[in-house]
């Protein structure tokens, strides 16, 4: 399988400044990386898709220009929430997609944003 | 477009009853279908996909397409089965994988 590891898994910020979450896959390159927010008690919803080397994909309803995503290399994406608000704390996860079945994801251990 | 509906957000079984979480998906092709789980402060993880036909943990889930299900169960319910799980659904290319809204899962001692 892979590794993925996420830093911060936790994150307390004033409302206005900007946070950047880092997600990295430890043990093997991916060109793909996929960012989830998790509300309580709720599913995950997928933010965005991470591509190495080119700009992302942004799924429907979600602010590009709020929640910035950077894949620069193989083994590390970044998620910046711009502006925090109180309304952006929530968990973000990062995922990778494994190197052999379609549709299998190895995730981070998330990271818990609380804006004040 | 995908869609992966579980109906039950909570189930709470004693420990040795039978267990199934109800799984439905909407897609207009052939899915691969999954089942993820989340442990009390674990990160989430794969616990079993249909081509494997596989069991793990004792669950078991079979993708029936004429009622578009993907139902998990476990004859024998085991506390540490307690948990959050998910059904997943992706394209067979696996460019995305969509989550049901999960359903957690008490086992009671």
């Known amino acids: 399988g892979a590794v993925v590891s996420q830093h911060p898994s936790r994150v307390i910020c004033k409302s206005g400044t900007s946070v950047k979450i880092e997600c990295r896959s430890l043990?093997?390159?991916?060109?793909?990386m996929f960012w989830y927010r998790q509300f309580p008690k709720q599913s995950l919803m997928l933010m965005a898709t991470s591509n190495e080397g080119s700009k992302a994909t942004y799924e429907q309803g979600v602010e590009k220009d709020k929640f910035l995503i950077n894949h620069a290399s193989l083994t590390l994406s970044t998620l910046t929430v711009t502006s925090a608000h109180p309304e952006d704390s929530s968990f973000y996860i990062c995922?990778?997609?494994?190197?052999?079945?379609?549709?299998?994801?190895?995730f981070g251990e998330g990271s818990r944003l609380t804006v004040l | 477009a995908q869609r992966v509906t579980q109906p039950e957000k909570l189930l709470s079984v004693f420990k040795g009853a039978p267990v199934e979480l109800k799984c439905n998906y909407s897609y207009s092709g052939s899915p691969e279908l999954f089942w993820y789980v989340q442990y009390s402060r674990q990160r989430l993880q794969l616990l079993l996909r249909h081509i494997s036909r596989e069991s793990i943990k004792g669950f078991t889930a079979d993708l029936n397409k004429g009622e578009t299900s993907f139902h998990l169960k476990k004859p024998f319910a085991q506390e540490e089965d307690s948990a959050m799980y998910y059904c997943a659904l992706s394209s067979p290319a696996g460019n995305m994988l969509t989550f049901g809204g999960g359903t957690r899962l008490m086992v009671k001692p």
């Open positions: 995922s990778v997609r494994g190197p052999n079945l379609p549709g299998e994801l190895f």
């Open positions: 043990d093997f390159q991916a060109t793909t």
